[in-house]
Every structure is written in C-alpha cells, then in structure tokens.
C-alpha cells in the first residue's frame, strides 16, 4: 500500500517562503517521478513542479508561473521530496498536493497513481 504524506503547508506574507515536504511509504519501484500540484477553489489541478526520480533521473520541469521561485528535490535516503517556495504571492494560494507514478507526461494528473491529501498553502 502506497502512501504520500504532505506537511509544511500554512499562511505566510506575500514575499514570504515555505518548504512542503512529502514522506513516500510503501512505495513501488515503478513509479518514476514526483510531482507537485496545486488546486485553488473553482479552478483546475495544476502541475506547480514534477522530477523525474528513477535511474538515470533527476531532470527537472516548472509550470511558467513557479520558474525561479519554486525548487523541487527528492531524498531517496528518506524517500522524501521536498518542494521550496520562496518570493511567495497571493495567487500560490491552494492546496498542494504530491503525487507519484510511471510517468511519460509529468504535467498530465492523470499520469500519476499515487497521490497525497494535501496541504493548505495560503498568502496574504
């Protein structure tokens, strides 16, 4: 059984910055990449960063409006990806959600089968 935990969500100034985190358990060695995505109420999920994790990974993809600010990065040791938020601003404001899969598309949410709760972002 797959489980993705998120934690490091809250409210924070405009300006401001915060590190989501997200514990993998139980993970399947298939899976080939992490992603972030957020959702803001009334609109669609959105792919905020995504890392590809398996041999050889590493590469790395933003959604235009989190270029520069944002930074996605996985500890295998701790089986951990992270994602750092700084200059933060009032549109970031959403759920963030990690998820996990065999992915070709990393921006598609369909692509990934495992997915976390969530954790509230909100800026101000």
């Known amino acids: 059984h797959v489980q993705l935990v998120e934690s490091g969500g809250g409210s924070v100034q405009a300006g401001g910055s915060l590190r989501l985190s997200c514990a993998v358990s139980g993970y399947t060695y298939s899976s080939n990449c992490m992603g972030w995505f957020r959702q803001a109420p009334g609109r669609e999920r959105e792919v905020v960063a995504a890392?590809?994790?398996?041999?050889?990974?590493?590469?790395?993809q933003y959604a235009d409006s989190t270029q520069g600010r944002f930074t996605i990065s996985y500890d295998q040791t701790k089986r951990t990806t992270y994602l750092q938020m700084n200059n933060l601003k009032p549109e970031d404001t959403a759920m963030y959600y990690c998820?996990?899969?065999?992915?070709?598309?990393?921006?598609?949410?369909?692509?990934?089968?495992?997915w976390g709760q969530g954790t509230q972002v909100t800026v101000s």
């Open positions: 998820a996990a899969g065999s992915v070709i598309l990393p921006g598609a949410p369909s692509e990934y089968r495992h």
């Open positions: 890392m590809y994790t398996g041999a050889g990974g590493g590469s790395k």
